[in-house]
Nanobody, 122 residues
Framework: VQPLVESGGGSVQAGDSLTLSCAAS????????IAWFRQGAGKEREYVGA????????YYADSVKGRFTISKDRAANTVYLQMNTLKPEDTGTYSC???????????????WGQGTQVTVSS
């Protein structure tokens, strides 16, 4: 389990793009899944998408499919979340997490970052 640090959040206008980073301080293992979640004010934390550390296989929630892209840089121990055509409903605290299996459930992830805030204004 590696410490995770998210960065890249900010305040943007609808239609803008942002790329978030999730940096691990140590090595990630081939079996790991790195997922992105988000939580808006007064809302439950929801799954955004995930990537396998050993592959480029990615998975996305329907709400972001076609707009968001998850990628990784193995040398940098970093996973990225590229967010395009942002909408106000994308506003929230975005967190990355590490799990051992592909899942959209928060309880399947054992390490979390503190999150980075994304605010999208109309």
């Amino acid at each position: 389990v590696q410490p995770l640090v998210e960065s890249g959040g900010g305040s943007v206008q609808a239609g803008d793009s942002l790329t978030l980073s999730c940096a691990a301080s140590g090595r990630l293992y081939s079996s790991h899944i790195i997922a992105w979640f988000r939580q808006g004010a007064g809302k439950e934390r929801e799954y955004v998408g995930a990537i396998r550390w050993s592959r480029d296989s990615t998975y996305y929630a329907d709400s972001v499919k076609g707009r968001f892209t998850i990628s990784k840089d193995r040398a940098a121990n970093t996973v990225y979340l590229q967010m395009n055509t942002l909408k106000p409903e994308d506003t929230g605290t975005y967190s990355c997490a590490v799990g051992a299996s592909l899942s959209s459930m928060t309880y399947d992830y054992f390490k979390w970052g503190q999150g980075t805030q994304v605010t999208v204004s109309s």
